[in-house]
């Protein structure tokens, strides 16, 4: 792993052209899982304004004070991870409030 592969010129270390190569493999298991899912003709395909509205507060809230500290604005990348991290938290997180909202509302 303390090799380095020269690519466009530039010394990269072989275990980032390693993680960089696993996360698009991942991804491309992910993508072609989920487009091998059935499709459900049932769906209502109407946007709902609610779920994106606890979304976007959710993405908000977790990216925020990463945007605030002044140290990470110099570190773009953590900006990044923060940002994906954010993301997938929120797609997790958005439907399970919004049922927490319906069963309260009840």
Do not use: C
Not at 8 to 19: E, L, M, T
Not at 54 to 68: D, G, N, Q
Not at 91 to 101: E, F, G, Q, R, Y
Request: glycine fraction near 4%; aromatic fraction near 10%.
């Amino acid at each position: 792993l303390r090799y380095k592969v020269e690519v466009f010129g530039i010394q990269i270390p072989i275990y980032r052209v390693a993680q960089h190569i696993s996360t698009l493999i991942g991804g491309l298991i992910i993508a072609i899982g989920i487009f091998r899912m059935p499709i459900d003709k049932r769906v209502n395909n109407k946007i709902s304004l609610k779920y994106w509205l606890f979304f976007s507060l959710i993405f908000i809230a977790l990216v925020l004070p990463e945007v605030v500290d002044v140290h990470s604005i110099l570190n773009y990348r953590q900006i990044i991870v923060t940002s994906i991290s954010a993301t997938l938290i929120a797609l997790i997180a958005t439907p399970v409030l919004i049922s927490i909202k319906i069963r309260i509302s009840k």
